[in-house]
């Protein structure tokens, strides 16, 4: 709360100028009405406080009525899906598979530049998405969570870049920072100190910075993907086809990400809303059917991934406590070790 405080009272500063020059501009309006006799019909001077109560782009409250056709958004949930499997997913194999000569151990690896262009492309995407929305939604919101996505992402190129890094080393995922075999013996111990916070960058700070605005973008999207026409409720074949990509890569998202509590209350939230939206005769579009029911897949996978480690007695100390969900690069470090063996010489 002292955050959000904060960052309250930084936007109202920033406001301060603007909201001064208002209540000039209305003064000044109403000595100019009282000069011509009072009864002038005169248009109010423009005033930043007005357009922030009026203007639905700040509010989806007088919005709610005005609905525009809304197509599925093929290039772009295609775009989308295809960078998370390649840019996302995919850097820690290129990294694994590429040989060493080209990316020495103190040089950024190809998985980092597969980072970097995350990191850029990603944001770039979501915006795109915002604007494609057939309704006018909260662009302040918009703006301060995409800073915030390319923030946390950053943080999590550096930790996650040195961690993996590591696994050339003999790093094991599947154990802590102080249980590794490399890293417990460090001299001075101070030293496992500085990984362990290295650590907390990568897997807590990062990934929190990383994905909390990054599903909160989606929300505010879902936000505008209701329509009263009942036709506009069908997903075309291509749309069917893609859902399967994307909800493999929600999967690993929320599991190597260990992010299942915010994709759980995410996905809670947008049925919340598709039931209070139903009462008002309102339905899904194309759109938000895609990521809806993309959503329900992911969790039908984190169930059956679950399932299948509930007995894995290693994994089980690793991730104790009531919500038990392995990383999958933990389950690759422990029971696929063998594919990256000849590599520990480096």
């Known amino acids: 709360m002292r955050q959000l405080s904060l960052v309250l009272l930084c936007l109202l500063l920033s406001l301060e100028p603007q909201l001064c020059k208002c209540a000039t501009d209305l003064r000044t309006s109403a ?4 000069v011509l006799g009072g009864d002038a019909d005169l248009e109010p001077a423009p005033c930043l406080l007005r357009d922030l109560l009026h203007d639905p782009r700040h509010g989806a409250g007088k919005n709610e009525d005005n609905f525009k056709t809304s197509q599925f958004h093929l290039d772009l949930w295609f775009y989308f899906t295809l960078q998370n499997w390649v840019l996302d997913f995919g850097r820690p194999i290129a ?26 492309i990603t944001p770039f995407l979501l915006l795109k998405l915002i604007e494609r929305s057939p309704k006018t939604l909260p662009r302040s919101m918009v703006y301060v969570s995409i800073i915030m996505f390319v923030m ?7 930790g996650d870049s040195v ?16 249980e590794n075999p490399i890293i417990k013996n460090l001299k001075p111990e101070t030293l496992i100190d500085s990984f362990e916070l290295l650590y907390y960058y990568d897997e807590y700070l990062g990934h929190s910075m990383w994905y909390i605005p990054f599903f909160l973008i989606l929300f505010i999207y879902f936000t505008g993907c209701f329509t009263p026409v009942e036709d ?64 329900i897949i992911t969790l039908v996978l984190i169930a059956v991934w679950v399932i299948w480690l509930w007995n894995d007695k290693i ?27 000849g590599k520990e010489s480096f």
């Open 95 to 120: 990294m694994i598979i590429l040989p060493l000569e080209w990316f020495p151990l103190n040089k950024p690896s190809a998985g980092d530049y597969f980072h970097m262009a995350y990191n850029v």
């Open 315 to 341: 994994l089980r100390k690793k991730y104790p406590g009531v919500i038990y969900i392995p990383e999958p690069w933990a389950f690759y470090t422990l029971h696929m070790n063998n594919l990256h063996a």
């Open 163 to 178: 961690n993996h890094r590591l696994i050339f080393s003999g790093y094991q995922h599947h154990l802590s920072v102080r």
């Open 152 to 158: 946390g992402a950053s943080i999590h190129l550096v």
């Open 31 to 34: 000595r100019t009405a009282q």
């Open 232 to 295: 506009e409720s069908r997903m075309p074949v291509a749309a069917l086809l893609l859902m399967g990509p994307s909800s493999l890569y929600y999967w690993y998202l929320v599991t190597e990400g260990q992010i299942f509590i915010l994709y759980i209350f995410t996905f809670f939230a947008m049925m919340a809303l598709v039931m209070h939206q139903k009462r008002k005769g309102l339905v899904l579009d194309s759109n938000g059917l895609f990521l809806f029911y993309s959503f």
